[in-house]
């Protein structure tokens, strides 16, 4: 299958690498339809990652198809439509029953880190039941991508830790899918003033109410 894949030393390259396939029952393989890059990706890019080897397939954010389950897989069956969780879980480990999902001892961030990821035609999806979400019919691929990893991170970590109160002005800097993710969900935590910069530009303000 055709893949974007780390050469090391800041480089990547669409390369032709072997399709994954089962290897514990837990596990699903998925087509991917649609994917994406994060900023994670430019972290590996900048070599801030070490984790990540040469040879390793990139990404974390992706919508496709399942093609194949393992014996244990309940949860979706061939043929259906999924969100991919870019945070991977087992669902029993100390953390996991604490929600605590990113430490997962067997998971986390592992797809486009320590497991090959979702820029490519084909993924296993380890935990299969825990790790892919249906996607209701006639929602496009598009509409549903970013919800796993923009609108995680612009809720947790921009407006959840920031601790936005209503009534309080935000400032959002980039106007990328984090950044407009947080303009989108700002409303959720009351009417706030919010004015979105790029590249040291300002791109608009406005009024949530």
Partial sequence: MKAMVYEGGGAIALATVDDPRIEAASDAIVRIDLTTICGSDLH????????????????????????????????????DRVLVSGITNCGSCRYCRVRMYSQCERGGWIMGNTIDGTQAELLRVPFADRNLYPVPDGLPDDRVLFLDDPVVTAFELGLQRAAVRPGESLLVVGAGGGGLSAVMLAPLFGDAAITVIDTLLIVGSVRCR
Wanted: hydrophobic content about 40%.
């Fill in 44 to 79: 590996i890019l900048g070599g801030h990652v070490p984790t990540v080897e040469p040879g390793r397939v990139l990404g974390h954010e992706g919508v496709g198809t399942v093609v194949e389950v393992g014996g244990a897989v309940t949860g979706v069956t061939v043929g």
